[in-house]
């Protein structure tokens, strides 16, 4: 009997939210939605609070609540989670606000929100990148903020993620090795050698720097080996020259043992 009596109650506060807001939706009073708009961001009630600062925002952006108001439109989108529409409010903020009083906190947010959108490293990373872009503006523009070493650690965070990326695709190339050649000399091989140069300059201090190494090694091995005879000893100086860079990093390195043994090939092969 109590528990069906504390029911009704829910039942009816409820119902009392629910005619309230929409009892507000309807209303012309600016002001009052306003107000509510911003009752319900505090009690966490985001959707509403999201719907009534979109219809608000415009209304008041010339007055004293304007900056408020787009502001607490785009923590609403975060608080929600949709972070690209979080980035576009946060972003209009702080482009119509330059020294407003959240700048500092909408230029971290539109970042940080692309950041946690972040995708798998296998799609299309366009949105990291303008995450790492967003967060490049705020270190330039904050660089004393409290929040910098946090935009920092994303941004390397993001960094990595791009670095795997192109470690898959470094990965494939060689995987693919002469299946289906494409059309210049070493083929997919050199793609890997190629690919793996550009992730060491653009990645240099990656945690897969080891492999991108590695890459490079078992590729120019690769192109080596299948040369004509005029070209094996060029080559093969390229392999010996990749082999003592990757044992002069990595002395103790996880693919040591296969590349000495590679290299040991390296040495007959020179040797004749």
Do not use: W
């Not at 306003?34 to 925002?57: C, D, H, M, P």
């Not at 990373?125 to 920092?152: C, V």
């Amino acid at each position: 009997m109590r528990l069906k009596f504390l029911s009704l109650i829910l039942l009816s506060l409820l119902f009392c939210s629910c005619g309230e807001y929409n009892k507000i939706l309807k209303s012309t009073d600016y002001l009052a939605k306003f107000e509510y708009a911003k009752k319900y961001f505090e009690q966490g009630k985001f959707s509403r609070s999201a719907t009534l600062f979109e219809e608000v925002a415009p209304i008041v952006r010339n007055t004293a609540r304007g900056e408020e108001a787009m502001y607490l439109l785009a923590r609403s989108y975060y608080q929600m989670k949709d972070y690209q529409t979080a980035s576009e409010y946060f972003k209009s903020y702080f482009t119509t606000y330059p020294k407003g009083e959240y700048a500092e906190l909408a230029h971290f947010y539109a970042a940080y929100g692309l950041y946690t959108d972040s995708p798998d490293p296998r799609l299309d990373q366009s949105d990291t990148y303008k995450s790492m872009k967003q967060f490049q503006t705020f270190l330039d523009l904050y660089p004393q903020s409290e929040r910098k070493e946090e935009a920092q650690t994303a941004m390397f965070e993001l960094q990595e993620k791009l670095a795997y990326k192109e470690l898959l695709a470094i990965k494939l190339y060689y995987n693919l090795g002469d299946y289906m050649l494409i059309p210049f000399a070493g083929g997919n091989y050199l793609s890997c050698v190629i690919s793996a140069q550009n992730a060491i300059r653009d990645y240099p201090f990656s945690k897969y720097r080891e492999d991108f190494m590695y890459y490079m090694f078992r590729s120019k091995y690769e192109i080596a080996l299948k040369s004509v005879d005029e070209k094996k000893e060029f080559r093969y100086r390229d392999v010996a020259d990749e082999y003592y860079s990757y044992l002069n990093e990595y002395p103790e390195g996880k693919y040591v043992k296969e590349i000495k043994k590679l290299y040991g090939n390296v040495e007959k092969e020179l040797k004749n």
